[in-house]
């Protein structure tokens, strides 16, 4: 039986290729791990469904999700729970307490929060500065900063 190589980056272990079965999260946007991986991913992201797939042929991509790959943003913010550069939707929280915190889409998706689920998250599709109404809400200084009122006490937002 032939050993398959996947282009694909293991999400747990980070080896830049997958060699024999790939497992895909079926509901993470893009979350992939090697068969070695696999036992203990399970345990912390078991609630997703999986898709295993034994040779790279066996994942069919449709136009529609080419054209979703190809077209993806790359936004000037680091995710804080993986450490990788954002490409694709950002989720940025709103919270008055979180000045700077930034999810990418997969890190956001993950079945166990890496962060409080009681603080508001903006998605972005494309990068700041293509949201004309944005700046002047939240301020026209260098680092996006404007006074609001929470409970009657004021705070400054960041984005």
Not at 115 to 128: A, D
Request: glycine letters at 6%; charged letters at 20%.
């Amino acid at each position: 039986m032939a050993t398959f190589v996947h282009n694909i980056t293991c999400d747990s272990c980070r080896s830049p290729t997958i060699m024999g079965t790939r497992y895909k999260c079926g509901k993470c946007p893009d979350f992939d791990v090697c068969q070695r991986c696999f036992p203990a991913t399970l345990q912390r992201h078991g609630a997703h469904d999986w898709i295993r797939l034994k040779n790279p042929e066996d994942h069919i991509m449709t136009g529609q999700m080419i054209q979703y790959y190809s077209n993806r943003t790359i936004h000037q913010a680091i995710c804080d729970a993986c450490t990788k550069p954002i490409v694709g939707p950002r989720f940025k929280c709103m919270h008055p307490s979180c000045p700077d915190f930034d999810l990418c889409e997969n890190c956001e998706a993950l079945p166990q929060p890496v962060h409080p689920t009681s603080h508001p998250f903006m998605k972005l599709k494309n990068t700041i500065d293509t949201y004309q109404g944005i700046v002047p809400v939240l301020g026209q200084n260098n680092n996006y900063e404007k006074p609001m009122t929470f409970g009657g006490s004021e705070v400054k937002r960041y984005l």
